[in-house]
């Protein structure tokens, strides 16, 4: 048991002296800095309702209850053009 031990000690200073030079190499470096300014139009524009929707509320220009109202209209309008139907047992949903 003590052997154990003392391999596995001998293990883990082996690997901390080995990985030391590493890591300071990491601390002392710079990192790297974009020195262009990030502007507003940087951020592309949503394409669909709900990014829109969720940019909104991001910001705070709607309130969470809005943004839900909002999205449920959105899902039962969805729900009606586009209504999900699940296959019969047996049926694999592909037409032959």
Known sequence: MLSLVIVIL???????????????????RKPEVDAT???????PEPT?????????????????SHYRSVMQRLAS?????????VPEAGDSGIAE
């Open 10 to 28: 001998s293990l883990s200073a082996l690997a901390y002296f080995a990985a030391r030079p590493a890591f300071r190499a990491a601390k002392n």
């Open 48 to 64: 669909t309702l709900e990014g829109a929707l969720s940019g909104q509320l991001m910001r705070g220009e709607i309130s969470r």
């Open 37 to 43: 300014p990030r502007s507003a139009t940087s951020v």
């Open 77 to 85: 309008r969805d729900d009606q053009e586009h209504p999900f139907v």
